[in-house]
């Protein structure tokens, strides 16, 4: 058996179905090994950041290995952005690249890159693989490094050579084993319980950890209000009583607001990340904070933790539940006074009822949001439109929102959907995308087209980049630098050359019919949504910004008005 | 280039085992420069597999930030941390 095979065998062993790549010279041994197995089902996206940030969508939806090859050179440099954004979401995967052969290495051989050097800063761990005698035990110690613990992208890169030299060598590794539990943990519930004002604020580490269902086992026994990161939305699900929605930039007025005004944080899962803080002086000002995470690295970070906890969330959520479930937190008056601050600061459903006014973001997503089935998953692209699921999408699962949330990756959500539907055949997948994100990867669309996938894809057009364009409005004194995007394609006929078929709206009274044509539509299908190119995303933070001052449409009009009659 | 350092600047003495992979040295060297750190010294003895690196380090932010993510790179057996020093004014080259 040689190196490639090694490969495939290191597949079935850990029931790895799916894989994403693009073939080239040296990963050809491994494409040849896949002629002969039929097993892995290899799908081939247009550019290898499309592979990438496929693999990122499969893990993501799946909670499975994202998978993602490619050859050497620019098939290696090509993956990096989807790679850094698996790397800043914590999303498991493995990368393998072919490299030249290993005696040209460091010859600047045709299509050498030391991908190695390279890319040290956006993986978990990273090998070159030289003998085929250590591929085995190679293989097996990057798929348990890239989803154990904190999870991350592996990167294996094998010389030609190495991928075709026969070896019998077998996988020996030894996974390190889990560490006792923390005696913090009576710590924490001590502290909880003197709390007066208490809250719950969770990220990503909910799902990545598998805690769903702990996290809502223990948010219900505690009652405790609640905040959520970009990447920890759906965490409480959509009927949670307590959830406040998200914090930060774009977060509500209610979240930041019981943010700002706890005695205790209780961080679950979270890297309190700079879009979620605010100005760090600010943030939470008068709580202590109890830091729950699988990674040491992430206390004391950002901001001192007076206890930090490390270890699987699974049964840390599990023992606190246990801790306080005879015993109810008094502290029913926080309760009441967060219930209010939802009431009047929370993200409300938008409505426009004008049939022939403009289609607004909020409303649109707010449609989507009552008409879409349960088992939806969105996966958006980066920007203004991103925002606004984040804001008006009702998830009950945070498995069905995928979004960059560390990297920001335009181009994320259209491969990402690929992926996210891969992982779940008979779900509906939507990406919902801008229409500069969209630009980034259409080349997906083939791929779309080649596998049949039945993927609705979403284009909110603004005409420009609506979110930088917001930005400059707002706080570089409305001087607009290269945003412009009113020469964009006609999405419809884009769409048809790739044999999809598509449609425009650009009326509130199109916006029911339109969702309900592409979510009934057996198949691919591109909704193009017209909207205003000078809407923009409320409330928000200035960026460096306390979450105190959050910017409103309201104040902001009134500020304007002030500076007018001034 | 010659760059002058804050004479403020603290120093810290750090020695870290870790296994003797490919660009071993410089992931430990990329996590140094990445979490704000100058390296002002560095020695390195290879034996069986191992590397045992001594470092001096010069940086303003938390250096236990940086200690937990060189202890999180998977090649990394163990890193210690000597008590730190302000470091007198020095150049780098």
């Known amino acids: ?566 | 280039m010659t760059t002058e350092s804050n004479c403020e600047t603290p120093s810290y003495d750090i020695t870290c085992r870790m296994s003797h992979e490919a660009a071993a040295l410089e992931r430990l060297c990329q996590v140094v420069r990445v979490r704000g750190f100058r390296i002002a010294q560095m020695v390195v003895d290879s034996a069986d597999g191992t590397l045992n690196i001594a470092l001096t380090i010069q940086g303003k932010r938390p250096v236990a930030m940086l200690q937990s993510q060189l202890e999180k790179l998977h090649t990394v057996a163990e890193v210690k941390l000597a008590a730190p020093v302000v470091a007198a004014a020095s150049r780098i080259a």
């Open chain 1, 1 to 566: 058996m040689n190196g490639a095979q090694h490969i495939l065998q290191a597949f079935h062993h850990h029931n790895i179905e799916t894989v994403f790549g693009y073939p080239g010279g040296c990963i050809m041994p491994l494409y040849d090994a896949l002629v002969d197995d039929v097993s892995v089902e290899h799908v081939l996206c247009r550019h290898e950041q499309g592979c990438a940030l496929a693999a990122d969508g499969y893990a993501r939806a799946s909670g499975k290995l994202g998978v993602c090859i490619a050859t050497s050179g620019p098939g290696a440099t090509n993956l990096i952005t989807g790679v850094a954004n698996a790397y800043q979401d914590s999303i498991p995967m493995l990368v393998i690249t072919g490299q030249v052969p290993s005696a040209l290495i460091g010859t600047d051989a045709f299509q050498e890159t030391d991908v190695l050097g390279m890319t040290l800063g956006i993986v978990k761990h990273s090998y070159l693989a030289e003998s085929a005698d250590e591929l085995p035990g190679i293989l097996e110690e990057a798929i348990e490094l890239a989803q154990s613990g904190r999870p991350g992208p592996v990167w294996i890169d094998i010389p030609k050579d190495v991928l075709l030299a026969e070896t019998s060598a077998a996988p020996a590794y030894a996974p390190a084993q889990p560490k006792a539990t923390r005696p913090e943990l009576t710590c924490a519930i001590a502290m909880l319980r003197d709390a007066r004002k208490p809250l719950l604020y969770s990220g990503g580490g909910i799902s990545l950890a598998h805690a769903e269902d702990s996290f809502r086992e223990f948010a219900k026994c505690s009652e405790l209000p609640a905040v959520v990161t970009l990447k920890g939305i759906g965490n409480a699900g959509k009927h949670s009583a307590h959830n406040l929605g998200m914090l930060g930039m774009h977060g509500s007025r209610a979240a930041n607001r019981a943010v700002d005004e706890c005695d205790l944080l209780l961080v679950i899962g979270a890297r309190m990340d700079d879009r979620a803080t605010g100005k760090l002086d600010g943030f939470a000002p008068n709580a202590k904070t109890i830091h729950i995470d699988a990674d040491a690295s992430e206390f004391n970070k950002l901001r001192n933790a007076d206890i930090a906890i490390r270890g699987d969330l699974n049964t840390i959520l599990k023992e606190l539940t246990q801790a306080i479930r005879d015993t109810p937190l008094a502290i029913n008056d926080w309760r009441k006074q967060c219930q209010t601050w939802r009431t009047t600061g929370g993200f409300q459903a938008a409505d426009n009822e004008e049939p022939l006014a403009p289609i607004t973001g909020p409303a649109f997503i707010s449609q989507l949001s009552r008409t879409a089935p349960d088992d939806t998953i969105i996966a958006c692209d980066v920007g203004q439109h991103q925002m606004w699921v984040a804001q008006h999408y009702q998830f009950d699962r945070p498995r069905h929102h995928l979004t960059s949330g560390g990297l920001g990756t335009m181009g994320f959500g259209l491969p990402a959907a690929i992926g996210a539907q891969f992982a779940n055949r008979n779900s509906t997948v939507i990406n919902v995308t801008g229409d500069g994100s969209f630009m980034m990867n259409a080349q997906e669309l083939a791929t779309i087209r080649r596998y049949n996938l039945p993927v609705k894809l979403i284009i909110m057009d603004n005409q420009c980049l609506g979110m930088v364009r917001q930005q400059q409005e707002l706080f570089y004194n409305n001087r607009e630098s290269h945003i412009n995007l009113d020469d964009n394609p006609d999405f419809v006929a884009m769409a048809r050359a790739f044999d999809i078929p598509a449609l425009k709206i650009d009326r509130t009274d199109q916006v029911r019919r339109g969702i309900e044509t592409i979510l009934a539509y057996n198949g691919p299908m591109l909704l193009h949504v017209a909207i205003a190119r000078e809407e923009n995303v409320w409330p928000i933070v200035k960026p460096g910004g306390s979450n105190k001052e959050m910017i409103d449409e309201t104040r902001r009009t009134a500020a304007d008005k002030k500076e007018k009659i001034a």
